[in-house]
């Protein structure tokens, strides 16, 4: 079962999708580790794209396509996958969705990990860290015992830059326009399973496994699971 794991950032994804790999027994394809582990090979490939990474530009889409479809290939993935991070864009979603058919395969499932954006910023801004060591702290969920001050070894604890309310707010405007073409996207192909990404951890992996369609298909696809899946 492939399965397109959604959310913006800071709504769980990376929280849920090593329970859901667990769970599914498959592997999570995160766009990010499997560009940088292509770059770090020594082929023609893994040199373009570690050229392409280097500028800062984005890796064309047909190329990230390539090598996720490369990746499925692999044995751990016989029974699917969780695709984290891509696609990124409507575009690549269908570039995605064209590429599986001709392997006649598809993308089962959809799960958009829906949280409202001001909730998203506040959990973004809830993040403080500690100047000794980069402990992590959440405010609300994670607080130390003592406000301002590390657990471990008592440095102050603060808020990077990066998780400032302005540049939280500016960072989602980019990423949520291209989020909402794929949620459209996969909408439309009628796979898309949104949660209430709000309520407790173990709630919202109940609600996407439920989601999923038929466990029974998940767990050890067979060669005859697969090939009943095309069918349908
Ligand atoms: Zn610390």
Redesign the pocket.
Known sequence: MVIVLLGAPGAGKGTQAPILSERLGIPILASGDLLRAVAATDTDLGREVARIMQTGALVPDATTVGIFLDRLDAPDAAAGAILDGFPRTGTQAAALDEALAERRSKVDAAILIDVPEAEIVRRMTDRVI?R??G?PYNLRTAPPAVPGR?D??G?ALYRRADDEESTVRARLAKQLAPLGEVIAHYRQRGILHAVDGRRAIDEVTAEILAGLPSQAAASGRSAAGATADRVR
């Open positions: 500690c000794a060591n402990h590390c471990v070894d440095s």
